[in-house]
């Protein structure tokens, strides 16, 4: 069979030369198939660069999805804490180390309030009970409904997430109302409606937990603008309350 590029040489002269259609002008055959080598030569190497690019890229992803996987499969959560932080920020590091956060739980373990916010106690704690006004520490996991992993304390050093119960600008409402009536030390499911969520952006300074980086957040921000009326779409908070005062 012919190779593609040896197609022109059928208009080869018994001479030895081909007439290009384009120009009628001759060049030796064997000019013409050191040009197409190059030609290859050039597209191998490239190749050969892509392929190293994507395999360098491949493996800088596929730390990162280790970091973010260390609560999702139960790993050991990192245990490095930044020691310029206050004792209150420090408290609770790796709190969901030991937990059952991906534990399938049966239907009547849930709670459904009248919001809309429906939640379920994967372990109950023997501490101060949140109410309105206290002031918590939570450790968290942020998924999206099909239970994808987006963001977690843990991917940012165990760092909690620290709000007074009641403040409008502290937590996202859902989370709020979700977390009211746990005891310091329990770990609770919570499934918050997207006109709960993130209504006002995943900016910094805004309600949180705020997922860190560009790609989570932005996941968050399709979900609040092309999901939030879907009918039973969620978002899922996993906490673990560390502290209450």
Do not use: C, H
């Not at 660069?49 to 050991?76: D, R, T, Y």
């Not at 949180?208 to 996941?219: N, S, T």
Request: no cysteine; proline share 7%.
């Amino acid at each position: 069979m012919k190779q593609p590029f040896l197609l022109p040489l059928l208009a080869a002269s018994s001479t030895g030369a081909f007439t290009s259609p384009s120009t009628n002008s001759q060049r030796p055959i064997g000019v013409k198939l050191d040009a197409v080598y190059r030609d290859e030569a050039r597209e191998t190497s490239r190749r050969d660069v892509l392929q190293i690019i994507g395999g360098s890229f491949a493996m800088a992803m596929g730390a990162n999805v280790m970091s973010a996987q260390a609560l999702v499969e139960g790993n050991p959560v990192p245990t490095k804490v930044k020691k310029s932080l206050p004792e209150e920020y420090r408290q609770g590091t790796a709190a969901l180390a030991d937990s059952e956060e991906a534990e399938v739980l049966p239907r009547e373990a849930y709670n459904k309030l009248s919001s809309g916010v429906i939640y379920a106690d994967i372990s109950q704690g023997n501490g101060e009970t949140v109410k309105e006004g206290s002031r918590v520490n939570l450790q968290w996991v942020l998924r999206r409904s099909n239970g994808y992993f987006v963001d977690s304390s843990a991917v940012s050093d165990s760092v909690p997430f620290i709000f007074t119960v009641g403040d409008p600008n502290g937590a996202i409402a859902g989370l709020d109302e979700g977390i009211r009536g746990m005891k310091a030390g329990g770990t609770r499911r919570i499934l918050i409606p997207p006109r709960l969520a993130y209504v006002n952006g995943v900016d910094d300074g805004l309600p949180g937990p705020i997922p860190a980086g560009f790609g989570p957040r932005q996941q968050m921000r399709r979900v609040m603008q092309v999901r939030k009326d879907v009918p039973g779409e969620y978002i899922f908070l996993e906490v673990k309350l560390t502290k209450v005062r």
